[in-house]
Nanobody, 125 residues
Framework: QVQLVESGGGSVQAGGSLRLSCVAS????????IGWFRQAPGKEREGVAF????????DYSDSVKGRFTILLDNAKKTVYLQMNSLKPEDTAMYYC??????????????????WGQGTQVTVSS
């Protein structure tokens, strides 16, 4: 099992920055991908940013590319999401997610077995 605990959400004005953290515990050594999803009210959950733990390869959704940065500190078992140039449309509940498999799209929520409780990000215009 892998447990994930997020922190760092909050409210910020458009153009501002926030950094989310996700601390993992349990069988972290077995995680293949770890990253972030988000879900806005009335919308489907969206994959945002992911890192492949074996070689550090990173994938971003087009909606955040160039503004968000995902970082993994293996020693601390913590993954960060640095969010810059925030927009009102970034408002959502952000979830940390991890998987121990290799097959399936990195952006598909169905292949992630481990989830955090979520942290709210609100961006005002």
């Amino acid at each position: 099992q892998v447990q994930l605990v997020e922190s760092g959400g909050g409210s910020v004005q458009a153009g501002g920055s926030l950094r989310l953290s996700c601390v993992a515990s349990g069988f972290f050594y077995s995680v293949t991908y770890i990253g972030w999803f988000r879900q806005a009210p009335g919308k489907e959950r969206e994959g945002v940013a992911f890192i492949y733990t074996d070689d550090g390869k990173i994938d971003y959704s087009d909606s955040v590319k160039g503004r968000f940065t995902i970082l993994l500190d293996n020693a601390k078992k913590t993954v960060y999401l640095q969010m810059n140039s925030l927009k009102p449309e970034d408002t959502a509940m952000y979830y940390c997610a991890a998987r121990r498999t290799y097959s399936g799209s990195v952006f598909s929520e169905n292949v992630y077995a481990y989830w955090g409780q979520g942290t709210q990000v609100t961006v005002s215009s």
